[in-house]
């Protein structure tokens, strides 16, 4: 059978899906009508991508205020329902961020009159649910998302609320939200998953009085088990007095591997709404997987989930993967389900025949319902003598639209790589695309870099960077290795001091002249450490850290870019902190005195 045949042969499972992975015409049911508090259409699932803000705890994962933006506007390509865009109160930035996605995202309605709703997390406490309304009140289709711990355990240890305290802070946040103006209200019982039921049943009645519209249960710890979490949600649809003027939610932190298989089974149960964040980051193990959750629908739902959809566009699914890993600085494991590198690699004899034969015997998904083109299907050789044309046209079949100057940068890249490289693969692509487009604004550019190292003498670097100032300067370092000298020459001329926490070098594609691909983790020190980096976690404070990527067939060139990135990335973050903290303070100087928490 020739490979047209077998990929015409495995259409068969993949009936509902254009050859472009857009669903086709014929099987699209549109989207349901934005109501908040109920959805028309009994099989339709709402999908919550808490990327910005869940995902954004991922322990290094700090992601600066043109970073969100960037990803919300992927997020709306999606077409996710609703973008958990930050914790406005968490500091000046956050709020900022949440502001803007609210003012751009928040107000970019489509043809199809689709428009994502962005939503602001708080605690109950009323400042908390002022600032939190304040930025996500300027977009089309504003939520506020409150929550407030339920189990025994949040409750005495943490809160230190008793249960009545708890029932009379969630309704008061929800009342103030009404009192505000908002009509969208997410509430979740943190810690769901350990809370007794019947205390679960009198809070949200309780909210549901109160006029929340949207009830997420979530299973902060990743505690519970499928069959659990299913009968939770179904436990709490049944016996919550109000449960029918609601729509429930789920939300599976991972702790045991299980938060895709609990989120399904919540929506089995009759949630219809998840919460899941791109590539599963979050806090600790991570939340469900947007991609997961949304390809298990998009594959089973008909069959085995009674006929359950989700509104997503599964097409762009690899170039928003691609966006968060590179931002965040989280890589995505090779074995990753949907996203992952070898996610539809074939390896053994066995598979490889099979694959030759039909697709259909190891491939339940066609790479490219989620954007991912194989390089022998695209039928685009990319070299030395390929113009901008074959190139944008092989970056749009891998998802990625980019402007006129983005195309030119990446396609000067292209050429210098494919001087050196007879084949440039899609992966050597992709990777120009992170080097190139996927970074922080250049406030410091390297220029030009020459290293001497070897058995004799000390590794020397030199160093020509063009600074913020638009002034070009060079500087020699020396250390251990070339690429500790690079970095010496470059804090030599960039002079924010900094400790390297984490150092990864990967070779794009396999041989001698393979694309280097490297990341760096960086954490401020020293005086930086009290300039609102200091973030809270459990067990004591810790300092945010900043990812930088780098690709080149240099591994020193490719090390030192992804050092000035991380650095670029930190001193826009600390720039951007003090703007915000300045305006703060000036804002509280003009402000009425603040109101009293609510407990
Ligand atoms: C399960 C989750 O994912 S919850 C969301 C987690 N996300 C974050 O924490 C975002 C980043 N956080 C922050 O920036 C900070 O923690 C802030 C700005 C929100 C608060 O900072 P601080 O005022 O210094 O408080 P701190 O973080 O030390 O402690 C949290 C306080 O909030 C209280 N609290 C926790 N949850 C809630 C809630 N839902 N409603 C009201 N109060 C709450 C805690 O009991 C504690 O109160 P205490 O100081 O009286 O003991
Ligand atoms: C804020 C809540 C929904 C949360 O993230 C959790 O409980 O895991
Ligand atoms: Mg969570």
Known sequence: ????????????????????????????????????????????????????????????????????????????????????????????????????????????????????????????????????????????????????????????????????????????????????????????????????????????????????????????????????????????????????????????????????????????????????????????????????????????????????????????????????????????????????????????????DGMLKSKDTYEIIRPEEIGLTRQDDAGIVMGKHSGRNALRTKLQALGFDLAQDQLDDVFKRFKSLADKKKNVTDEDVLALVSDEVHQPEKLWDLLGLQVVCGTMGLPTATVRMLGPDGIARTATGMGTGPVDAAYKAIDALVRVQVQLSEYTMTSVTEGIEALASTRVSIRPVGGHADQGFVIHAQGGSTQRSFSGSGANEDIVVASARAYVSALNKLIAFMAASQRAAGAAAANALADEPEMAPTH
Not at 10 to 39: L, M, V, W
Not at 97 to 104: E, F, K, L
Not at 154 to 160: D, G, P, Q
């Open 1 to 352: 059978m020739s490979p047209k045949e077998a990929a015409r042969s495995s259409t068969r499972f993949c009936a509902d899906q254009h050859e472009n992975g857009e669903p086709s015409k014929s099987t699209q049911s549109r989207r349901p009508e934005y109501i908040p508090n109920r959805i028309d259409d009994p099989n339709y699932v709402r999908i919550f991508d808490t990327t910005l803000r869940d995902g954004e705890q991922s322990p290094g994962a700090t992601l600066t205020s043109k970073e969100k933006l960037d990803i919300a506007r992927q997020l709306a390509k999606l077409r996710v329902d609703i973008i958990e865009a930050g914790f406005p109160v968490a500091s000046p930035d956050d709020f900022d961020a949440v502001r803007s996605i609210a003012m751009d995202v928040g107000n970019n309605v489509d043809e199809d009159g689709y428009v994502p709703v962005i939503c602001g997390l708080s605690r109950t406490i009323i400042r908390d649910l002022e600032v939190a309304w304040e930025a996500v009140k300027l977009a089309k289709r504003p939520r506020v998302h409150t929550f407030l711990a339920t189990s025994a355990i949040h409750m005495e240890h943490k809160l230190k609320m008793t249960p009545d305290q708890v029932v009379e802070n969630a309704v008061k946040a929800v009342r103030h939200l009404r009192s505000l103006g908002c009509t969208d209200i997410e509430f979740s019982p943190e810690d769901a998953g350990r809370s007794d039921p019947k205390f679960l049943y009198r809070v949200l009645a309780a909210v549901i009085e109160a006029g929340a519209t949207t009830l997420n249960i979530p299973d902060t710890t990743g505690w519970n088990l499928p069959h659990e979490f299913g009968g939770l949600i179904a436990d709490l649809i049944a016996n919550t007095p109000g449960a029918d003027k609601v729509v429930f939610s789920t939300h599976c932190q991972n702790d045991l591997g299980l938060s895709t298989a609990n989120s399904l089974a919540g929506a089995m149960a009759g949630a219809r709404q998840i919460e899941c964040t791109i590539n599963g980051i979050g806090e600790r193990a991570g939340n469900a997987s947007l991609e997961e959750v949304v390809m298990a629908i998009n594959k089973r739902g008909a069959q085995q989930m009674g006929g359950l959809r989700t509104g997503i566009r599964p097409v762009h699914i690899i170039s928003t993967s691609k966006m968060v890993s590179d931002y965040s600085g989280m890589m995505v494991q090779p074995h990753k389900a949907i996203v992952g590198a070898n996610a539809f690699a074939h390896e053994s004899g066995i598979h490889q």
